[in-house]
């Protein structure tokens, strides 16, 4: 079982900036992928991004390719989000979570942890 707790969530201008941080716990991290999710006020939780277990494959929503850039750092069993150019439609609650073997990885089934989220929230 793989714990993780997100962190650098706020309230943000449009345009700005957030670095969003996911800590996990267990010595397998660096054998899970890794991604972000969020879910948006009155809406169902949706695939943002997305890391395979060493990193070499990437995957964005269409709406942030270009402005978010996931990453990890096995080594400090780490998962992080830069997230720029933020927009109103980026307000949500976002969730970092690892699968062990994901069917696909834009998928929400195919991960098995889950943290609590963070709230980013973009202001016009």
């Known amino acids: 079982q793989v714990q993780l707790v997100e962190s650098g969530g706020g309230l943000v201008q449009a345009g700005g900036s957030l670095r969003l941080s996911c800590a996990a716990s267990g010595r397998t991290f660096s054998t899970y992928a890794a991604g972000w999710f969020r879910r948006a006020p009155g809406k169902e939780r949706e695939f943002v991004a997305a890391i395979s277990s060493f990193g070499s494959r990437i995957y964005y929503r269409d709406s942030v390719k270009g402005r978010f850039t996931i990453s990890r750092d096995n080594a400090k069993n780490a998962v992080y989000l830069q997230m720029n150019s933020l927009e109103p439609e980026d307000t949500a609650v976002y969730y970092c979570?690892?699968?062990?073997?994901?069917?696909?990885?834009?998928?929400?089934?195919?991960?098995?942890?889950w943290g609590q989220g963070t709230q980013v929230t973009v202001s016009s």
């Open positions: 979570a690892t699968a062990r073997s994901p069917g696909t990885y834009v998928r929400e089934q195919s991960y098995d942890s």
